[in-house]
């Protein structure tokens, strides 16, 4: 029965196209955007995930960031420590040869003032960003002993965060401490046959002659100093250690960042050459649904035949 009033065929056709055009839409979006889930109404599942893994992967980047921060804080400790080593050194240097008698000491202790003066500008310039862990002031308000390095930031099962740190205790690698002078080079020592108190950095022997007493207090102090050189070598030591270990992290938050990042692109990103040739035939329904609409909307107008 052919009716004026309803076109079946047109609207079987009209809905068809209907549908190809919503699936077109979609595949010039995924085309466009190069994204298969790119908002929750596409998989509302996929979506939260990648959502919840990009902001984590911000987060990674904020931590290696914060690696790179604390590696270079340590590289300049650890490149003031071996500047250190060699002026300590040279000090010892020094007291040995001021130990053999008849020597010029008031000369020997113009060259080690100048050397101890340059200990204090080697402490005191080891700077980055504001951090100093060479030449401290332990009474200071915003003083603390342990230095810590954002390393990991890590997310439970059950959605709670945690934040991870690698812990430096500067306490083994402080040269001068202004409140009550417990660093490695001001630490006072007391000589036992002249009871003379100094440090590596205002050792005095100007005054010194070549009696026995002052000889066996030169022979402390040459001791003290290479005392000295031992603690400044460990202290060296352990930030090296330490700086192996951030560099070790920073390569580690480098491959769990792309990690991370090929995951996500499984769940959301688009397969380009499947999408391509979906678009294509879709592009060819398009057409065809169109033709059908038209052949369909066209046998209406047979029925004026029947009054002619």
Known sequence: MSSIMTNTAAMTALHTL????????????????????????????YWSIATTMRTDNNALSTVRDALGLGSATIDVAYTALESTIDVVDEIKSKLVAARQPGIDRTKVQA?????????????????????????VDSSDA????TKTIVSSFSRAGDGSISIGTIAVDITATELFDANDQSGILD???????????????????????????DLADLEEMI??????IGSITTAASNL??????????????????????????QLVDANMEEESTKLQALQVQQQLGIQALSIANSTSQNILSLFR
């Not at 190809?20 to 509302?44: H, P």
């Not at 915003?142 to 002993?145: E, K, L, P, S, W």
């Open 187 to 213: 630490t006072e020592s007391t000589t036992t046959n002249g009871a003379v108190t100094y440090s590596v950095a205002t050792l005095d022997i100007s005054a010194y002659t070549d009696t026995d007493a």
């Open 111 to 135: 060259e080690i003032a100048e050397l101890q003066n340059q200990l204090v500008s080697i402490s005191s310039s080891a700077v980055f960003s504001g951090e100093n862990w060479l030449s």
């Open 142 to 145: 915003d003083y603390n002993a």
């Open 18 to 45: 209907q549908q190809t055009n919503k699936n077109t839409e979609m595949t010039q979006n995924r085309i466009s955007t190069g994204l298969r889930v790119a908002t929750a109404t596409d998989n509302a599942a």
């Open 240 to 265: 090296g250690a330490v700086k192996t270990r951030v560099n070790l992290q920073q390569d580690f938050v480098g491959s769990l960042m792309d990690a991370i990042e090929r995951g996500v692109g």
């Open 223 to 228: 001791a003290t100093v290479d005392g000295a």
